[in-house]
């Protein structure tokens, strides 16, 4: 008997991304806004993103996150440190490698580590 999930969940750890793009409020909004029609999936609201700045002077950064009718995607960066993170969770699957390509680009990512997660085993579809 095979094993029925809700849905894919991919995880991506950019490293050594342009600061610049991370810093940018405007990016990360216009990634979250275009990614959605780009994997085939249905924006349910506008994307939000904001300017974080913590307690921790070089962990401010830009985060967003868009509603999707298939579950959601966010996006939060650290320009200090080069890096972003970034997941894309949905309930039906869709083209990884086309939404990967479409994140490096955005962020100039030049390393990462993706994951892609079983969401949701056994999820009582009917």
């Given amino acids: 008997m095979q094993q029925e999930v809700?849905?894919?969940h991919l995880t991506i750890d950019g490293k050594k991304c342009d600061k610049e793009?991370?810093?940018?409020?405007?990016?990360?909004?216009?990634?979250?806004?275009?990614?959605?029609?780009?994997?085939?999936m249905t924006k349910i609201m506008p994307p939000?993103?904001?300017?974080?700045?913590?307690?921790?002077?070089e962990d401010w950064g830009v985060?967003?996150?868009?509603?999707?009718?298939?579950?959601?995607?966010?996006i939060h960066t650290f320009p200090e440190k080069n890096?972003?993170?970034?997941?894309?969770f949905s309930c039906k699957m869709f083209d990884v490698d086309k939404a990967v390509d479409f994140l490096v680009?955005?962020?100039g990512i030049k390393e990462l580590d993706k994951e892609m997660v079983k969401r949701g085993i056994c999820f009582p579809r009917k």
């Fill in 6 to 8: 809700f849905g894919p």
């Fill in 21 to 40: 793009k991370l810093s940018d409020l405007t990016i990360v909004f216009k990634a979250l806004d275009e990614l959605p029609a780009i994997i085939g």
């Fill in 48 to 57: 939000y993103s904001i300017l974080y700045k913590g307690v921790v002077p």
């Fill in 63 to 74: 985060s967003g996150f868009v509603m999707i009718a298939e579950s959601h995607i966010s």
């Fill in 83 to 88: 890096y972003v993170f970034i997941d894309v």
């Fill in 105 to 107: 680009k955005t962020f």
